[in-house]
Structures are given as structure tokens and as C-alpha cells.
């Protein structure tokens, strides 16, 4: 819960009631947040990841608080006919999809002088590549259910010239053209298409790997308004543009950095 939203719970959407979710990174961090977040909206949720006994925990954490269990499948994102063929598979025995949520990444630190070729082609392969390719599983099916809303996460990293991972930000700068992009191209078919761009969000990654004394003092004077980012705060986002109450958003990016960027 977000320190912002005191013990308020997220906003009801009834139009997500019964949706069909597809999710890639569910299992910790922010997707866990999306994943539960359609979940208590009575969404059917389907995830993948790389990171099993997370994922399955989170299956039965939902589970046992009397939600639709999600379905959980193991896939590596950069195997573009397996992640493909998960989302079809899933569909079969789903549903087609309501909605997609493209949120798997990794921001590894990297120097300029230290990318080789294979870094560069991983770090397209993990951040840039699977957003397109799960959207182009995912279309004929929203086309058949009569649209839907596909949702890119972004990073306010290339927005504020962050250093430290210029390949990282290379890729996240590239979703608002797919966005653009594929939004022109589908929304003949009611199919919206929207970035959601966080900021410095508290998960136990970052909080572990990245978080210092000097991260809190940036975070203090760069954010305008107090307090920390936290996964929810992303989720809640997501769930507003998956819902209809989102129905003429389109082609924009919905920056949630707490006033940073």
C-alpha cells in the first residue's frame, strides 16, 4: 500500500469484472501489484515469469483470499515463439484477452564503455523486443472480443537523463513510439494502447540493490510530492486505463513518478 493512500483500497472498475488479463513479469515487484490488483477487481488473471516459487506464492496468497486462483506459466520473455505460444495457449484455455499488460523488464547498471554486442542484443531482448511481439499474440483476439487495452510500462529514467544504464534507457524511450504506433494501428478496432511510466518505485529490488542514504535524498528533492512510490500506486494506475472508464485513451503516456519528471 502506498504511503500516499493511507488504508483507502483501489478504486472499483466494474467493467474489469470478468476480463481477461494477460500479464509478463507478474510474479514480484510491480507486476505482482498488477496482477493482484486485477485479481480483487475480479479479473481472470494469466502471468508469466522467470521466477517460479514467487509466482506460485502469489497464486495461492490470491487463492486463499477467496479470489480466482491466477494461472501461472514459467516463460524467458526473450524466446519470442515460446512467449508467443504461452499467450496463445493461454487464450485457448482462458479466453481471449481483454487486456495486456507488457511490464516484464530488468534495469541492470551498466558504463557505456563496457556494452558489448551481446549485452545489447539481451537488453533489447528482455526490455524492447517482447513488448511487440506479445501484442501481436494478443491482437486477434481482442479483434474477436471487440477490442481491448494494451498497456506498456515506460521508465521516467530517459525523461530525467538518468546515467548508469544507457541501454536500459535506449529501450524504455522506445515504448512511447510503440505505443503511438500500434495505438494508430489498432484503435480501428476499439483496441487502446497507453504507456504507464513509473519513477523510483519501492520494491524490494530496488530497496535492496539500489537504495542508499544519497537515494533518499534525490528522491526528496526531485520528487514534488512526499512519501515513496510504491507498486500499488502503479497497479492503480493500470487498472484505470484497462477499464472502460478509460474508453477514449489512446496513444498517451501516464507518468507516475510522484511530481519527478
Known amino acids: 500500500m502506498s504511503e500516499q493512500g493511507g488504508n483507502s483500497g483501489p478504486g472499483r472498475y466494474p467493467s474489469l469484472q470478468g476480463k481477461r488479463v494477460f500479464v509478463t513479469g507478474g510474479g514480484s515487484g510491480i507486476g505482482e501489484a498488477i496482477v493482484a490488483g486485477f485479481?480483487?477487481?475480479?479479473a481472470k488473471v494469466a502471468f508469466i515469469d522467470i521466477a517460479v516459487d514467487p509466482s506460485l506464492?502469489?497464486?495461492?496468497?490470491?487463492?486463499q483470499q477467496g479470489l480466482d486462483k491466477p494461472v501461472f506459466r514459467r516463460c524467458d520473455i526473450r524466446d519470442i515463439p515460446s512467449l508467443q505460444d504461452t499467450i496463445r495457449t493461454l487464450a485457448a484455455s482462458v479466453g481471449d484477452f481483454d487486456v495486456l499488460v507488457n511490464n516484464a523488464g530488468n534495469d541492470?547498471?551498466?558504463?557505456?564503455?563496457?556494452?558489448?554486442?551481446?549485452?545489447?542484443?539481451n537488453c533489447i531482448a528482455i526490455n524492447q523486443r517482447p513488448m511487440f511481439f506479445a501484442a501481436q499474440a494478443v491482437i486477434d483476439g481482442m479483434k474477436r472480443r471487440g477490442g481491448g487495452a494494451i498497456i506498456n510500462l515506460g521508465s521516467?529514467?530517459?525523461h530525467i537523463a538518468n546515467g548508469g544504464y544507457p541501454v536500459y534507457t535506449t529501450t524504455k524511450s522506445a515504448v512511447?513510439?510503440?505505443?503511438?504506433?500500434l495505438a494508430r494501428d489498432l484503435g480501428q478496432f476499439n483496441i487502446r494502447v497507453n504507456t504507464v511510466t513509473p519513477g523510483w518505485v519501492m520494491t524490494e529490488k530496488q530497496v535492496a540493490m539500489w537504495l542508499d542514504e544519497e537515494g533518499e535524498k534525490l528522491i526528496d528533492r526531485s520528487q514534488c510530492l512526499k512519501g515513496r512510490l510504491m507498486p500499488d500506486d502503479i497497479a492503480r494506475m493500470v487498472l484505470f486505463l484497462a477499464s472502460d472508464d478509460a474508453k477514449m485513451c489512446s496513444a498517451q503516456e501516464f507518468i507516475v513518478d510522484g511530481g519527478w519528471a
Open 39 to 42: 485479481a480483487e477487481q475480479g
Open 57 to 63: 506464492a502469489l497464486c495461492e496468497r490470491l487463492a
Open 108 to 121: 541492470q547498471r551498466h558504463k557505456p564503455e563496457e556494452v558489448t554486442v551481446d549485452f545489447w542484443n
Open 156 to 158: 521516467i529514467s530517459w
Open 176 to 181: 512511447s513510439g510503440l505505443t503511438r504506433g
